[in-house]
T-cell receptor, first 112, second 115 residues
Framework: GEDVEQSLFLSVREGDSSVINCTYT??????LYWYKQEPGAGLQLLTY?????DMKQDQRLTVLLNKKDKHLSLRIADTQTGDSAIYFC????????????FGKGTKLSVKP | DGGITQSPKYLFRKEGQNVTLSCEQN?????MYWYRQDPGQGLRLIYY???????QKGDIAEGYSVSREKKESFPLTVTSAQKNPTAFYLC??????????????FGPGTRLTVL
């Protein structure tokens, strides 16, 4: 079945760039999403990319999509302590699994 | 303000009791979802509803039940048949169903602890 894989942890220093990677399996996914979850809270959409795009930039966030390798990445420039959170990658598939499949999440720790 | 509310934020239950978690949205969304989150497990889909008066089982529906009598509301009941119910429960909604752009909006979550 469809699956989304992410590494579980990433630690960076404040001011550095963070890169969170994700691989997905459904080659017909139309949209891919990045969500952020702060401790004890729900998820909030950070950004998304349509499958016919290679890159999307939104302020400090850059999303890169390699559709051939089914690889998605989220780069956060100038990472701040407030960026410490869990980041989820999700792909849209519809069908019997619900319309989004989420990865397990990458916990980003930002050290001052 | 439009959004999703979940109540209560914290819930304690004794073993053998059923408990109902509330989820309400005023976004006029057709689709609603319940997820369970355990540490290191990501989000697992319990139930979803594409439209009012209809719902489907997700990956881990055993021990849970839902209803969708109103568009705005999608309550989740955790029954005594759920063997390990202690978890963080998230409700979400989306405008519609399918492969088009369809952001899911999440509530703040309910943390259920079984004593």
């Amino acid at each position: 079945g469809e699956d989304v894989e992410q590494s579980l942890f990433l630690s960076v220093r404040e001011g550095d760039s963070s890169v969170i990677n994700c691989t997905y399996t459904d080659s017909s996914s139309t949209y891919l999403y990045w969500y952020k979850q702060e401790p004890g809270a729900g998820l909030q959409l950070l950004t998304y990319i349509f499958s016919n795009m290679d890159m999307k930039q939104d302020q400090r966030l850059t999303v890169l999509l390699n559709k051939k390798d089914k690889h998605l990445s989220l780069r956060i420039a100038d990472t701040q302590t407030g960026d410490s959170a869990i980041y989820f990658c999700a792909e849209s598939i519809g069908g019997s699994q619900g319309n989004l499949i989420f990865g397990k999440g990458t916990k980003l720790s930002v050290k001052p | 303000d439009g959004g999703i509310t979940q109540s209560p934020k914290y819930l304690f239950r004794k073993e053998g009791q059923n408990v109902t978690l509330s989820c309400e949205q005023n976004l006029n969304h057709d689709a609603m979802y319940w997820y369970r989150q355990d540490p290191g497990q990501g989000l697992r889909l319990i139930y979803y509803s594409q439209i009012v008066n209809d719902f489907q089982k997700g990956d881990i529906a055993e021990g849970y039940s839902v209803s969708r009598e109103k568009k705005e509301s999608f309550p989740l009941t955790v029954t005594s048949a759920q063997k390990n119910p202690t978890a963080f429960y998230l409700c979400a909604s989306s405008r519609s169903w399918g492969r088009d752009y369809n952001e899911q909006f999440f509530g703040p979550g309910t943390r259920l602890t079984v004593l």
